[in-house]
């Protein structure tokens, strides 16, 4: 990392840190895990952004890259990807690939990937990216994510990155016991909540919600392709 990068970097990680400081009330998390700081410091920011974005590329912001549909906000990643709890033995599934970066990350810290992307630009794109930055336990595939990778489950976490009605039923099914899924749900007040919910030994999924954010659709309609 040269020291121009390493200077975006750290400063990205003292934001973080605060953001984590000050929405501690709300998600119950005071500060973000060694590991996820780890992987931040590792995946290169800037390769996931648009060329005219380069000088934001270590900001904490959203930007859009192309077809209605953003890299998400470091905070958010860092904090949805700690929610998950993974190890380096976990069996990890994405739903909405986007640029890849959230992708790389979780590559960093589980075992197994499968990511689903709807647009099949951006799906084509992220695995070139990812395939070019050496993750080969990362597989991505475009679909409609609410339909999950059933021939891959169960996981043990599931990740959505983008903001649902409600929680797909397949993604909970591919979800095993005690696992875990993170998913941005609409709150019918024009507002989205982001939840937390673990699969219960029974079937069940308990839920809390975690902080309000605000994320593109969720693209697909149930059962279709």
Known sequence: MNDKRSQYVQSLIKTLKRDFRETAGSTGIEAPDERVLEAIRKVPRDRFVPDRDMG???ENTALSI??????????????MTQLLELTPESRVLEIGTGSGY???????LAGEVYSIEV??????QAETRLRELGYDN?????????????????????IVTAAAEDIPP??????????????PVDTGW??????????????QLDTRSVLPVVFVPLVGKEGGK
């Open 138 to 158: 990362i597989r991505v595939r475009s679909g409609n994510g609410r339909r999950g990778w059933p021939d891959a489950a169960p996981f043990d976490a599931v």
């Open 56 to 58: 934001m590329a270590w």
């Open 102 to 108: 959230q992708t790389a990350l979780l590559g960093e």
């Open 119 to 124: 647009v099949p630009e951006l799906a084509a």
């Open 170 to 183: 397949a993604l909970v099914e591919q979800l095993r016991p005690g696992g875990r899924i993170v998913i």
């Open 66 to 79: 192309g077809y209605g549909q953003t890299i998400s906000q470091p905070f958010v990643v860092a904090l």
């Open 190 to 203: 024009y507002g989205q909540d982001l939840l937390l919910g673990i699969r219960t030994e029974d079937g």
